[in-house]
C-alpha cells in the first residue's frame, strides 16, 4: 500500500522559511521521480517542483524559482522542499506527489496521494 505522509507546515510570516518532509512506503522510492504539489485557497491543483530518482536534476515552477529546493534522501525514502522567502501567495495546502510535472496527476489518480501539509504565510 502506498503511503505519503507530510509534515512540516505551519504558520510563518512574509518572508519566513519552512522546510517540509514527506515520509513514503509501499513502493519503490529510488527508480521514481516525486513531486511537490499544492493548493491555494480557492484554486486549483498547482505543481511546485520535481526532482529525478536519483536526486540530480530538478524544476520548478516560476513562481517558486529561486526560492525554493526539492531534495530527497533515498536511503531514508523521504522527500523535501525547503521553503524561503515565503510570501502570503505561498499560503496552500503542500502534498508531495509520485511522478514528475507530466505525470503526478496519472499517479494521484491511481491512488498515490497524502493528506498534505498546510502552510499559512501571513503577518
Known amino acids: 500500500q502506498v503511503q505519503l505522509v507530510e509534515s512540516g507546515g505551519g504558520l510563518v510570516p512574509p518572508g519566513g522559511s519552512l522546510r517540509l518532509s514527506c515520509a513514503t512506503s509501499?513502493?519503490?522510492?529510488?527508480?521514481?521521480?516525486m513531486s511537490w504539489v499544492r493548493r491555494s485557497p480557492g484554486k486549483g491543483l498547482e505543481w511546485v517542483s520535481h526532482?529525478?530518482?536519483?536526486?540530480?536534476?530538478?524544476a520548478y515552477s516560476d513562481s517558486v524559482k529561486g526560492r525554493f529546493t526539492i531534495s530527497r534522501d533515498n536511503a531514508k525514502k523521504m522527500l523535501y522542499l525547503q521553503m524561503n522567502n515565503l510570501d502570503t501567495a505561498d499560503t496552500a495546502v503542500y502534498h508531495c506527489?509520485?511522478?514528475?510535472?507530466?505525470?503526478?496527476?496519472?499517479?494521484?489518480?491511481?491512488?498515490?496521494w497524502g493528506q498534505g501539509t498546510q502552510v499559512t504565510v501571513s503577518s
Open positions: 509501499g513502493f519503490r522510492f529510488n527508480t521514481d521521480y
Open positions: 526532482i529525478n530518482s536519483g536526486g540530480s536534476t530538478t
Open positions: 506527489a509520485r511522478g514528475g510535472r507530466a505525470d503526478w496527476e496519472i499517479w494521484r489518480a491511481a491512488g498515490s
